[in-house]
C-alpha cells in the first residue's frame, strides 16, 4: 500500500502565478481533505471532498479550490498567489468520518 | 469553532526520560488523533482514540471525552522521539468539517 502521496514535494511561484498541488489516496479511501500549514503553526482545514463534491470548507478565500476526479484522487488549485500562501499543503485521505492519514506534503514558497 | 489547546508548547528531556503530553478540547468530539511530525514535514499517525486508553509500544493515549482532554504518554524516550507532537480533532458528526489542530508541543531529545 503506496499510501498517500502528494506532488509536487517543492514548489517556487511567483507573485500573482497559479498553482496546482495534486494527492492521491491511500487505496480503498473516499474522503479527500487539505489543510495549509505555516511554519510554526498547525495544519488549517482548507476543505474537504467526497464523492467529487466540496463537502466543507474552511476559512479561506476562493482563490483556493479544488476538485476530485472519480478515482478519489483530487487537486488543489490556488490563483493570484501571495506571498503569504507560503506554506506547507498536506492532503489527508480517509473513509468518510473516520481515521485521516496525511501524505508527505507540498511544500510551496511564493516570491 | 472548537478551541484545541496543548501543553507544554515546548519540552526538552534527556534520553531515557518520560514524558506526558496534555491535549484539552473546549467542545465534544467524535474523533481525535495525535500525530508525530517529522523534520520533514510528513504527519505520522500515533493514535485515533475518541476515547478510552491506548497503547503501542512506548507510547500510550487516554482520552476522557467527558472531560474534555487527552494525554500522550512517551516512556523510556529516544533521541528519535524528537519533533512536533499534534492533537486533532474532529467535532462534527459524519466527518465533515475536517480535523482542528492544535499548535502542538516541540519536543526535544538530548542524548
Known amino acids: 500500500d503506496a499510501g498517500v502521496t502528494q506532488s509536487p514535494t517543492h514548489l517556487i511561484k511567483t507573485r500573482g502565478q497559479q498553482v496546482t498541488l495534486r494527492c492521491s489516496p491511500k487505496?480503498?479511501?473516499?474522503?479527500v481533505s487539505w489543510y495549509q500549514q505555516a511554519l510554526g503553526q498547525g495544519p488549517q482545514f482548507i476543505f474537504q471532498?467526497?464523492?467529487?463534491?466540496?463537502?466543507q470548507r474552511g476559512n479561506f478565500p476562493d482563490r483556493f479550490s479544488g476538485h476530485q476526479f472519480p478515482n478519489y484522487s483530487s487537486e488543489l488549485n490556488v490563483n493570484a498567489l501571495l506571498l503569504g500562501d507560503s506554506a506547507l499543503y498536506l492532503c489527508?485521505?480517509?473513509?468518510?468520518?473516520?481515521?485521516?492519514?496525511f501524505g508527505q506534503g507540498t511544500r510551496l514558497t511564493v516570491v | 469553532g472548537i478551541q484545541v489547546e496543548q501543553s507544554p508548547p515546548d519540552l526538552i528531556l534527556q534520553e531515557g526520560a518520560n514524558s506526558t503530553l496534555r491535549c484539552n478540547f473546549s467542545?465534544?468530539?467524535?474523533?481525535l488523533q495525535w500525530f508525530h511530525q517529522n523534520p520533514w514535514g510528513q504527519l505520522i499517525n500515533l493514535f485515533y482514540?475518541?476515547?478510552g486508553t491506548k497503547q503501542n509500544g512506548r507510547l500510550s493515549a487516554t482520552t476522557v471525552a467527558t472531560e474534555r482532554y487527552s494525554l500522550l504518554y512517551i516512556s523510556s524516550s529516544q533521541t528519535t522521539d524528537s519533533g512536533v507532537y499534534f492533537c486533532?480533532?474532529?467535532?462534527?458528526?459524519?466527518?465533515?468539517?475536517?480535523?482542528?489542530f492544535g499548535k502542538g508541543t516541540h519536543l526535544i531529545i538530548q542524548p
Open positions: 489527508a485521505s480517509s473513509l468518510w468520518g473516520a481515521e485521516a492519514f
Open positions: 487505496s480503498g479511501h473516499d474522503t
Open positions: 471532498y467526497y464523492e467529487e463534491e466540496e463537502r
Open positions: 467542545d465534544s468530539v467524535n474523533n
Open positions: 482514540i475518541p476515547s
Open positions: 486533532a480533532v474532529d467535532y462534527s458528526g459524519g466527518g465533515a468539517d475536517g480535523l482542528t
